[in-house]
């Protein structure tokens, strides 16, 4: 999608062989107020960003905005030009955390559960087993396992589309990236998810944000598996509630979600009749509905 792009300055050197200019662009289809500043230098015919920021980075306390910074930014760069040309001129990179690697999987499983072999372990392998039969690759995550630091918000992703922490996150989002069927288990804790789990879920604002800046693939399927202690559907109104969130973020379909509870009395979901063959169906289904 085009956006309303303004040119707010341009400082030529044509004897140096550089110019700067400073650029915003209207995101407030995005998030209301939000809108980003880039510092571009063209030189020898290439154009490089320096430098951008956004209006979502500056917290209420923070006495400067995005403008102000992005101008007083542009005239450091250009002082700095003129003293050290060739530090700039021939440095690369943006500073950012480097992309995801290339990855191809068809089904990405995301065990949420801290618990060792606990009821959501049984029920990915069962999806992981399924979609095995089916031809398919798969690829079982444990949030709970990795390193994923939690989002604090800084809202950077949205200059970039990629956050400023290097962790294990480019894996999730290369997986995500890749894979046709999403299947997310998740025990309830606390009536929400665990929060290993959702530190992933949070980290992918920079998925979400990279998928506004530059699209990401369509005609991805999700399935929601729960397990709770408690009997009754009120107890999973949160966790589908995240979940669903999470996967209409990153654009992927929800399917219908399977929710299993009363597991403080049954313990072991093994032992519940019928369950294995609705994990099944649903990986099955996921795949028809894919390949009509
Ligand atoms: C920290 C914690 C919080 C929990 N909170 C809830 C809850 O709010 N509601 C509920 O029904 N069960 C709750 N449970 C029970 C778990 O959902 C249940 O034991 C589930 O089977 C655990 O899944 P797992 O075997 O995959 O780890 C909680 C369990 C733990 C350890």
Redesign the pocket.
């Known amino acids: 999608m085009e956006r309303p792009v303004a040119l707010l300055r341009r400082v030529d050197h044509e004897r140096e062989g550089f110019a700067l200019s400073l650029w915003r662009e209207d995101w407030t289809d995005v998030y209301p107020g939000l809108f980003r500043y880039s510092i571009i230098l063209t030189s020898k015919g290439r154009e490089r960003v320096l430098f951008r920021t956004n209006t979502y980075e500056y917290a209420p306390t923070v006495p400067l905005g995005a403008e102000e910074v992005a101008t007083r930014r542009l005239e450091d760069v250009e002082r700095h030009l003129h003293s050290f040309p060739d530090s700039i001129l021939e440095e690369e990179g943006d500073g950012m955390a480097t992309g995801e690697p290339d990855i191809t999987v068809d089904v990405l499983v995301i065990q949420g559960?801290p618990?060792p072999g606990?009821?959501?372990?049984i029920l990915s392998e069962w999806a992981e087993e399924m979609a095995r039969s089916l031809g398919k690759s798969v690829k079982v995550l444990f949030p709970a396992d990795m390193t994923i630091r939690p989002c604090i918000g800084c809202y950077q992703c949205y200059n970039f589309g990629r956050c400023t922490f290097e962790d294990d996150m480019a894996d999730v989002i290369g997986y995500l990236k890749s894979c046709r069927l999403l299947v997310v288990c998740s025990?309830?804790?606390?009536?929400t998810v665990p929060g290993g789990l959702k530190h992933l879920i949070d980290r992918c604002q920079a998925y979400h944000a990279s998928r506004l800046l530059e699209g990401g693939p369509s005609g991805q399927k999700g399935i929601i598996i729960s397990?709770?202690?408690?009997t009754g559907d009120e107890?999973f109104r949160c966790v589908v509630g995240v979940l669903k969130a999470f996967m209409m973020n990153l654009g992927i379909e929800t399917l219908p979600s399977l929710l299993f509870?009363g597991?403080?009395r049954t313990r072991d979901i093994s032992k519940q009749e019928g369950v294995r063959m609705q994990v099944e169906e649903a990986v099955m289904g996921a795949f028809s509905v894919h390949e009509d």
Not at 227 to 230: K, M, N
Request: positive net charge; glycine residues 16%.
């Open positions: 559960s618990r606990g009821n959501c372990c025990p309830v804790y606390t009536n397990v709770a202690g408690r107890h509870g597991m403080d």
